[in-house]
């Protein structure tokens, strides 16, 4: 008989989004006339901006005819889309990267996963807690961590707490890691890191030969000059760090899907008989293996994003969803939460109210107010007594949500 991959079997519960989302269907049947407020998982609500969603039926059409018909593409992503994002988002920030250093994907998610493929298994991978859960479980799919203890904490892998105490910014390791995941602007906390913080980071990545994955999915919805928007503005960081993008968020491209990696030459490796060898290799030699590339038409949207027009309409689909952050941060501050986040990110990261466990607060706010937000604890056992709205959601639905927690809460 086939044997399966018993890493699996360590995995603690279900997918965190598809669990409350059980719940949820689970309470919609019982009350069916409750108008439910969906702010848990960040799932956009805004149309895909016109000039994109124009690109995207421009290339449907392209498929129509002789002429235009596009087959299989470089497994990579297309020059034009790679050029069009290095000259628009990295540039203009100072980084400068080649076209063969970025890489274009079908989403965020399945990058941060896939990349594993190219580290040795007894690499030691250091992750935030609490952070997107997909860090910590595909590290546990893949075999690099041994069982979960009571809290939830697998061996083999080191944790770094992210708390009010240091603002949500983990400390250095103090043991040797060889991979180390960050993501900023933080998901679930919404909480950033300055140039000094992640200057820290690179450094010490650079002196312990350690990788850095840097996760930049919401780095579009930075409004402070000041923080960094790609670990590369760090000086030192083209050496040591591989960054994820997304457009999931920042264009609406959740169901439309298309992500970005970017592995730079210098990042380097070394092979069991300890020779240097380049992740940017290994990395081009994995996607053309296993990937055939985003397909033609979401490429053509995603580089619509960069015209003129697109990248002006996107930014006010991004301020509508700040204007529902400034809405929950103001709106549960008034009814006395204390709440972090959503200044620079999508997220606000409360503290749950009375002392209640992340779960038992989702509980009440599914119960009492109909509203559906994300335990804590569901991104890591430091998320435990904490809670995170999304700022995705439809205008009128986060006013009535904020009104109704409001009134709970009084
Ligand atoms: C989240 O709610 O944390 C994200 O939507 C999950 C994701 O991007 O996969």
Request: charged residues 25%; aromatic residues 12%; proline residues 5%.
């Amino acid at each position: 008989m086939a044997k399966i991959n018993d890493n699996y079997l360590k995995l603690k519960a279900g997918y965190l989004f598809p669990e409350i989302g059980r719940r949820v269907r689970e309470f919609s049947a019982a009350n069916p006339t409750a108008k439910v407020i969906r702010l848990g998982i960040g799932d956009v609500t805004r149309p895909l901006a016109p000039a994109v969603l124009k690109a995207f039926h421009d290339a449907v059409d392209d498929l129509a005819t002789t002429d235009h018909f596009a087959g299989y593409g470089p497994e990579q992503g297309y020059d034009w889309l790679i050029n069009a994002i290095i000259e628009k988002s990295y540039k203009p920030r100072g980084v400068s990267l080649k076209t063969e250093e970025m890489f274009i994907s079908d989403g965020s998610k399945c990058d941060c996963a896939n990349i594993l493929d190219i580290f040795a298994l007894d690499n030691v991978v250091a992750i935030g807690d609490p952070v997107y859960p997909v860090y910590n479980d595909t590290n546990v799919m893949i075999g690099r961590t041994g069982e979960a203890d009571d809290k939830g904490y697998y061996a083999n892998v080191v944790y770094m707490p992210c708390n009010e105490a240091n603002n949500f910014i983990p400390a250095l390791p103090t043991q040797k890691v060889d991979i180390i995941y960050l993501c900023f602007p933080n998901n679930p906390t919404g909480t950033v890191a300055s140039k000094a913080e992640l200057k820290k980071w690179v450094d010490y990545a650079n002196a312990n030969d350690a990788v850095i994955f840097f996760d930049a999915a919401y780095e579009a919805f930075i409004t402070n000059p000041d923080i960094p928007h790609s670990i590369y503005e760090i000086e030192g960081a083209k050496r040591c760090a591989i960054e994820f993008r997304s457009f999931s968020k920042t264009a609406g491209f959740t169901g439309v899907r298309c992500g970005l990696v970017v592995v730079p030459e210098e990042v380097m490796g070394t092979t069991a008989t300890g020779e240097r060898y380049s992740f940017n290799k290994l990395w081009l030699r994995r996607t053309t293996t296993k990937f055939n590339g985003a397909s033609y038409p979401v490429q053509r949207a995603a580089a619509a994003v960069y015209s003129d027009e697109g990248w002006k309409q996107t930014r006010e689909i991004i301020d509508y969803y700040m204007e529902n952050a400034r809405i929950i941060r103001e709106g549960l501050t008034e009814a006395g939460v204390t709440i972090f986040g959503g200044v620079d990110a999508p997220y606000i990261w409360l503290k749950t109210p009375g002392n209640l466990t992340s779960w038992e607060f989702f509980d009440k706010l599914l119960n009492e107010c109909n509203v559906v937000g994300t335990p804590g604890s569901g991104f890591g056992p430091s998320g435990e007594g904490y809670f995170r709205l999304s700022a995705f959601g439809h205008r009128e639905n986060v006013i009535e949500a904020v009104e109704r927690i409001k009134k709970n809460l009084k």
